[in-house]
């Protein structure tokens, strides 16, 4: 099964004061909850669809994903506090002990809420988890930095040595000045 079955990373969250376990997924743009945790735990607190009718919800392979509603509140996750989250309600059954989806919409934040209060570092904070260390990493990769032109550009870098060096396949930390 494992070969039919990737694996996939999961953590503690609370959602507005109700602790659950999600999957982490950065291929996810919105974070998602199962109706059916909503209705048991978190009830009253769905905002209607109609308040955003004009959102499509589709799987990565175009089918669209049915949801009732969505919640906006506060959600801990990861040693960071993020107020507001938005969070799609999902109808379907989800598996019980995994009920939500955490997405690029919330990650971010956590990311950037760690690296204000632990500075470049703060992966060290998950320095038992390779896993975790991967996916911030990628989440960081995908972030264009505060420092950056809208374009992404910093500035030129003029290589220290002469001759350049090829590695491939690798990320490297290059030594330069800039001009």
């Known amino acids: 099964m494992d070969k039919l079955i990737g694996k996939h990373l999961t953590t503690d969250i609370e959602i507005a004061g109700v602790k659950a376990r999600c999957i982490l997924d950065t291929g ?3 974070t998602t ?3 059916d945790f909503v209705h048991k735990y978190l009830k009253g607190m769905e905002h209607s669809r109609d308040d955003i009718i004009w959102l499509s919800l589709k799987a990565a392979n175009g089918i669209s994903i049915p949801y009732s509603g969505y919640l906006q509140t506060g ?3 990861l040693g960071a506090r993020i107020p507001g989250a938005g969070i799609l309600v999902v109808e379907g059954e989800a598996a019980p002990d995994v009920p939500c989806l955490l997405g690029m919409n919330v990650l971010k934040h956590v990311q950037k809420q760690l690296f204000s209060a632990k500075g470049q570092n703060y992966l060290h904070h998950f ?5 975790y260390q991967q996916l911030f990493q990628m989440i960081e990769e995908r972030q264009p930095q505060s420092f950056s032109t809208k374009d992404g550009r910093v500035g030129f870098v003029r290589m220290a040595s002469r001759s350049p060096v090829i590695k491939p396949a690798l990320q490297v930390i290059l030594t330069g000045r800039v001009s």
């Open 28 to 30: 996810s743009q919105v």
């Open 75 to 77: 959600v801990t996750t």
């Open 33 to 35: 909850i199962c109706a």
């Open 127 to 131: 320095n038992s988890s390779e896993e």
